[in-house]
């Protein structure tokens, strides 16, 4: 055998696993090759990009950082992060993971360049007061909303509000709150000065109100659409229909939406407001008159006593108007001389007669309008029209009137004074636009059967966790599934006026920048 | 390392449930704490289970890189059984790819967060080739074992044609007279040579050192001296994948069948030991294919794996230092 075996296998380089194969240089050149790409990019990448700030070094160039898009409101900076991080690091106070940097609240004052606002609560405890980024933590992308704040940052303190408040500060203990239902929030409470009564001090019935033809009494004359003017049918009667039907009022018959053009407040309490978040307060003008004329003449049925006025100055005005009749009737009158004093020898019989007879139609005017008794027989003689009331219909004398004999005790008289509110709880927002595929009664339960004002018909905290809560289906019934976090209803920036007001938005900058400023993110310098 | 076959899937099995659980138990997680408000809102890498998730799969990570100096610096000291780290290197990278999603969000835009977003791309691209590996290394030894019974060490396939180009150089020769027999030029009688066959026994075949008649001058054998000179030696010598009708196994029969006929038939058997000799190149042809298949894709899961590590180490260093 001139070849072996043995000489076979020496054909295989024995020591082949000691020397690299190609595929091995190539895979040890790759590694390099992204070992380097990496380094590079990680070295390279701050000096290349723009908008570099004086306080960028390496690895703190906004594209290397994980940082996530800022909200579109805020885009423009989202590549000079000196624009809110200053100096340049964390401004997350509260996180709970570990950091090389302790977090500043510098920051803060950049955000209140746009965002200025007042001091939460005066009982706060000034080392505990967040920074804003620990609310509003942004960097979430372009539609976060920053001021949909997590409960976490409210129940922090308002779990156990004992320990968070100033223990110096001498003021009235709040409820706990941990969640949004009726046994972790408390119950919804009126202002304290509105304990155990309605404020508006007015006599009205919802019941009759919504009652059709607003007769309750059996076998009653309905109120019809004849009854009303031409130009409200539409309005309290309905589009369409006869003039015998009977008015059928809705709660939007009188209640309205503030649509807010308006920026000065109008009412007691009304507050900072967005087109149809609250509603109109009822008055006299919008929502009675219709109904309710002030007429008190038959003869003259256009002619109405001026609403609004003390009672003193309604007997003079509608003394006024007799006298003025009674001039029409007699001109001439103008033109007899009227002694300042009574002289002997020359009778004012006349004179006395027309004064009397004016005084006495003001006189039976203003009894029907304070409630005293007027006969029919009376009303009719002094030409009076169909009484409703008056002005007690409605409206609480101070005292009791007793009978009316005299103009100068209808002069004495005085009225509750009317307080009808636009804003009931005052710690909270809600807006009427945003429920307004809801009744009326399904909050306000009962109102439709009040008879009286003997209480405000304000809906409890059942009503709103009924959508406000998380979304079960208990018995197959859906509940809940709209949002019942802490900032639905609460502001925490604006707990200087009632109800929270709107925030930010009625709030003036510190300072007013440049566009050249804004846009570079780097607001002037503060004292 | 084979994991789907009848033999190691028990093996497997525990770790597959493993990785499963976790990764619903860390989703599950997550879903919960995002509606914690009441409705979505993506968990940052700073939340709570943004931050765990993150902290596990950077171990996982850096636990994963020790395979290669495992592997190439402590030859001699190795920790554990290979099967272990292998077993541990495949499920719990696996397991990184649900946690460091969940971590970064799934945030693959590059515009809005460059580093962030190339971490998550070279995440699903480190995991992927090594997925695409752990196939290859399924499947291609299977082929290989079934299809390449001349398989030999692939760094060796050029010096072992080398050989196979002087053997049958030699042959040819031989029988053509060209060159005097070693037999011969030893003035003994014709010996014998050792040569690599392939061979089966059963459902075993593989390549195997015979004791073969040395060849001998057979007259009229010319047109076989111009067929290895036309197309065996060409063969034998050329690159791999250098495209010659011997490397059709249907044309190479038909030319070895064109040869014999040709010749006398006692040439036949050096013509049968060419065809031999040329089946067994067109193995190590496939062969390498395979192997670059079954090596190539390491290198790139390496290269982004070390690319991987180390923009994790930025982005901790960014995350901790602003976040």
């Not at chain 1, 004359?221 to 031409?230: H, Q, V």
């Not at chain 1, 007997?315 to 009574?342: G, H, M, S, T, W």
């Not at chain 1, 009664?441 to 809906?459: F, I, L, N, R, Y």
Request: charged share 20%.
């Amino acid at each position: 055998m001139s070849d072996t075996s043995k000489i076979r296998r020496s054909r295989i380089d024995l020591g082949y696993h000691k020397r690299g194969d190609a595929l091995g240089r190539w895979r040890g050149r790759l590694v390099l090759f992204a070992l380097t790409a990496a380094g590079l990019w990680l070295l390279l990448a701050p000096s290349s990009g723009q908008g570099k700030g004086a306080n960028l070094r390496l690895f703190q160039h906004a594209s290397l950082a994980s940082k996530g898009p800022l909200t579109r409101a805020h885009a423009a900076w989202d590549n000079q992060c000196e624009a809110c991080h200053t100096p340049f690091q964390g401004i997350n106070t509260s996180r709970w993971s570990p950091s090389l940097n302790r977090a500043s609240t510098a920051g803060d004052q950049n955000c209140q360049t746009c965002h200025a606002g007042p001091a939460h609560h005066p009982n706060q405890i000034a080392s505990e007061v967040p920074s804003c980024a620990e609310c509003h933590r942004d960097h979430r992308g372009r539609d976060f909303r920053l001021a949909a704040t997590p409960d976490a940052g409210c129940t922090g303190c308002h779990a156990d509000l004992g320990r968070h408040r100033n223990p110096s500060a001498n003021s009235a203990a709040i409820a706990n709150v941990t969640a949004f239902d009726a046994e972790h929030h408390p119950a919804f409470t009126l202002p304290a000065s509105l304990a155990g009564k309605h404020p508006g001090r007015i006599k009205f019935s919802h019941k009759r109100h919504l009652t059709p033809g607003l007769v309750l009494e059996q076998g009653g004359a309905p109120f019809t659409r004849a009854n009303l003017a031409a130009a409200d049918r539409t309005r309290y009667g309905g589009p369409a229909g006869r003039e015998a039907d009977p008015v059928q009022l809705t709660c939007a018959s009188c209640h309205r939406l503030d649509d807010a053009t308006d920026a000065t407040p109008r009412f007691a309490n009304q507050i900072p407001r967005l087109p149809g978040e609250a509603m109109l307060p009822v008055s006299y003008e919008s929502s009675c008159r219709a109904c309710h004329p002030l007429a008190f003449d038959r003869n003259a049925p256009t002619v109405e006593a001026r609403h609004g006025q003390e009672p003193a100055a309604l007997v003079e005005e509608i003394n006024r108007f007799y006298k003025a009749q009674a001039l029409e009737e007699k001109p001439d009158l103008l033109n007899r001389f009227v002694p300042p004093q009574p002289q002997p020898g020359r009778s004012a019989a006349e004179l006395d007669t027309v004064r009397d007879r004016v005084e006495a139609k003001t006189l039976m005017a203003v009894r029907r309008f304070f409630g005293s008794a007027v006969s029919e027989a009376d009303r009719q003689g002094a030409g009076l029209p169909l009484s409703r009331g008056g002005c007690v219909e409605c409206h609480e004398l101070s005292s009791t009137p007793g009978p009316l004999t005299s103009l100068a005790a209808a002069r004495n008289l005085a009225l509750e004074p009317v307080a009808i509110r636009s804003l009931w709880y005052e710690n909270a927002r809600f807006n009427h636009a945003s429920h307004r595929a809801v009744e009326c009664a399904s909050c306000h339960a009962g109102v439709e059967q009040a008879a009286d004002q003997s209480k405000p018909h304000m809906p409890g905290i059942e009503s709103c966790t009924t959508c406000h809560a998380p979304a079960a289906s208990p018995g197959g019934r859906s509940t809940g599934g709209a949002g019942f976090d802490c900032v639905e209803c609460h502001r925490y920036h604006a707990t200087d006026v009632a109800a929270h007001g709107l925030g930010s938005p009625l709030r003036k900058p510190v300072a007013a920048l440049s566009i050249e400023q804004f846009l570079s993110g780097a607001p002037p310098a503060r004292p | 390392m084979l994991v789907f076959d009848r033999e190691n899937w028990p093996y497997h099995r525990g770790w597959f449930l493993f990785v499963v659980a976790a990764s619903l138990a860390a989703a599950g997680w997550y879903l919960v704490y995002g509606f914690a408000g009441g409705s979505w809102a993506w968990p940052s890498g700073a939340s709570p289970p943004g931050f765990v998730y993150g902290a596990i799969g950077g171990l996982i990570t850096a636990f994963e890189m020790l395979l290669w100096p495992r592997k190439s610096l402590w030859r001699g000291w190795r920790i554990g059984r290979t099967k272990l780290w292998m077993t541990m290197h495949l499920w719990l990278g696996l397991l990184t790819l649900p946690l460091l999603l969940l971590h970064g969000s799934f945030q693959f835009n590059v515009s809005a967060s460059a580093l962030a977003a190339v971490l998550m791309w070279l995440l699903v691209a480190v995991v992927g080739s090594g997925v695409f590996g752990l196939v290859v290394q399924n499947i291609v030894p299977r082929v290989m074992f079934e299809q390449l019974p001349a398989e030999t060490i692939a760094s060796q396939i050029p010096r072992v044609l080398e050989t196979y180009r002087a053997d049958a150089l030699r042959m040819v020769e031989v029988v053509c007279g060209i060159a005097p027999s070693e037999s011969v030029a030893a003035g003994e009688a014709r010996g014998m040579v050792a040569v690599e066959t392939v061979r089966q026994v059963g459902r075993v075949q593989g390549l195997v050192v015979e004791a073969e008649l040395e060849a001998e001058f057979t007259p009229g054998s010319e047109s076989l001296l111009e067929f290895h000179r036309r197309h065996v030696d060409p063969y034998l010598s050329a690159p791999v994948g250098t495209a010659l009708e011997l490397g059709s196994p249907r044309q190479a029969v038909l030319l070895f069948e064109e040869v014999k006929r040709q010749i006398r038939p006692s040439a036949h058997p050096v013509v049968d030991r060419l065809a031999d000799l040329c089946n067994q190149r067109r193995q190590f042809d496939l062969q390498l294919r395979l192997h670059r298949l079954l090596h190539t894709w390491l290198g790139v899961h390496v290269a982004l794996s070390v690319a991987l590590f180390v923009l994790m180490i930025a982005h901790i260093f960014l995350a901790m230092k602003y976040v």
